[in-house]
């Protein structure tokens, strides 16, 4: 029988991206399948492969539907990341103001987008907060479209019960290290998890600070996925203690040559190397650094 695939169960603003770039290096190039929420065609061409195509695969991700596995004739178990959903959103909010077009069919009307607070609005009126237990309770489907119908009572019991039953990792943005290293021992990944963080944007400060009322606004919308983030902490509490000193050895290589990734990016990016672009001998050699930086990360 042929290997369980994995299926990165990919929510928006948890750090996904990264993730993605190093289960893509564990795995052959063809192996390798997206699936997103938004682009329904990349859901209709994987329908319509034959079973013994399907089979060949080794990882999906993106943003998938939950029972998405069951298309899978060699099975498959899930992954994914959680995050503190207050920080989720708000990320979210500064990803959809700057590349809105990134949302495909989910994109939000322009004027909805127009600040922190009508964006909530937007989300409320559609039923679309709470999504981190919306997509793993299975309650998006590929042809939904806002506005959705509200989520059900049983929805947090059910996305609880997901994760404690088909998800092989629950990891955490905050706890990005330890979930990695985790996944990579869960699938027996040989291959470096070094990483260089992708399509981050917590660094640009708001133009407008937001106040105390819109962040209880947003925590009192999201209560579902506050629960869920908490029970998901347990679990990784729970299998980083099962697994136990397993991990170490990883996990300090890991930070060992994050660190050094970090330190030559920003001697790249230092004023007087960046300088070194205008000279035109240094600057094909600067441009092939980074080529090779790029092809390591």
């Known amino acids: 029988m042929a290997e369980q695939a994995l299926i990165f169960f990919h929510i928006h603003k948890t750090g996904g991206q990264t993730l993605e770039g190093v289960i893509r290096r564990q795995y052959p190039r063809n192996t390798v399948r997206e699936i997103w929420l938004q682009r329904p065609e990349t859901i209709e061409e994987f329908l319509s492969l034959p079973d013994e195509e399907r089979a060949r695969f080794r990882a999906l991700i993106g943003h998938i539907p939950f ?3 069951r298309h899978l004739p060699q099975g498959a178990r899930y992954v994914t990341l959680l995050r503190d959903p207050v920080k989720r959103f708000l990320s979210e909010y500064r990803h959809l103001s700057d590349l809105p077009e990134e949302w495909g069919v989910w994109r939000p009307p322009e004027e909805c987008l127009e600040s922190v607070d009508s964006y909530l609005d937007y989300l409320i009126s ?3 907060c709470n999504a981190q237990t919306r997509m793993i309770a299975g309650f998006v489907e ?4 806002p506005p959705l119908p509200p989520c059900p009572p049983d ?3 059910r996305a609880k019960r997901h994760l404690e039953n088909d998800f092989a990792v629950v990891g955490a943005t905050e706890r990005y290290d330890e979930s990695l290293a985790l996944i990579g021992h869960a699938f027996g990944w040989t291959k470096s998890l070094h990483y260089m963080r992708r399509n981050v944007r917590e660094r640009q400060p708001f133009r407008k600070p937001v106040s105390e009322d819109t962040l209880e606004r947003i925590r009192e919308s999201h209560a579902l996925d506050i629960d869920l983030v908490a029970h998901g902490a347990r ?4 299998q980083l203690t099962q697994v136990g000193d397993a991990l170490d050895e990883s996990l300090r290589r890991l930070r060992r040559v994050n660190a050094n990734l970090e330190r030559l990016l920003a001697f790249a990016h230092h004023p007087a190397v960046r300088s070194i672009r205008s000279v035109p001998g240094l600057r094909q050699f600067y441009n092939l650094a980074g080529v090779l930086v790029r092809r390591v990360t």
């Open 155 to 157: 929805a947090l019991e």
């Open 67 to 69: 029972g998405f596995h």
């Open 126 to 128: 559609n039923h679309l």
């Open 235 to 238: 679990l990784l509490d729970a």
């Open 142 to 145: 590929p042809a939904d479209r």
